[in-house]
């Protein structure tokens, strides 16, 4: 990705993008988003307590692949950010081979539905209402189309629960 051929590093800390702070990563993306593909930018971050910068390449996500998080009007998926399975969320959550299907959870937003409902960062869903997800687009989908009781199944670990879930 742009961020990796730049030199950034989970952990890094984004304090400025394009010379505007960074409050929370939906402010990134959205900032990410408006810059726009190709543009060449500055990316101030914070590593090991010292203040870096690097100019960026950004790229382009295909259609298929990005992260998106859902709305306090998603209800019980409200604050919750999810992103495809690639090999560097496989290597970090230490994700099988075997598991081929299913979107990561990238990030629990504290006190959020999502937060109450369960949900950790790491969690791999891979199902809803017994539907194979195997994409964002099918999260949000299924999602939609549910009505009453929601149940998910989700990979933590090695092991795998259902999270059932109340859609308002």
Request: glycine share 10%; aromatic share 4%; proline share 4%.
């Amino acid at each position: 990705s742009p961020a990796d051929e730049a030199g950034l590093e989970r952990g890094d800390i984004i304090l400025r993008f394009d010379g505007q702070s960074v409050s929370s990563p939906s402010r990134l993306r959205n900032l990410v988003a408006v810059a726009g593909a190709q543009k060449r930018v500055e990316v101030v971050f914070l590593r090991d307590g010292k203040e870096r910068s690097v100019d960026v390449k950004l790229g382009e996500l295909d259609s298929h692949q990005g992260s998106t998080t859902f709305d306090p009007d998603d209800g019980a998926l409200g604050g919750l950010t999810v992103a495809p399975l690639d090999d560097s969320q496989r290597r970090t959550h230490q994700i099988p081979d075997a598991v081929t299907d299913g979107v990561i959870v990238t990030e629990v937003q504290p006190g959020s539905a999502a937060a109450r409902a369960g949900f950790r960062s790491g969690d791999l869903i891979l199902e809803i209402n017994r539907k194979s997800v195997d994409s964002v687009q099918d999260l949000r989908r299924h999602y939609d189309r549910a009505t009453g009781s929601v149940a998910l199944l989700v990979q933590r670990g090695r092991s795998t629960l259902f999270l059932a879930l109340r859609k308002p």
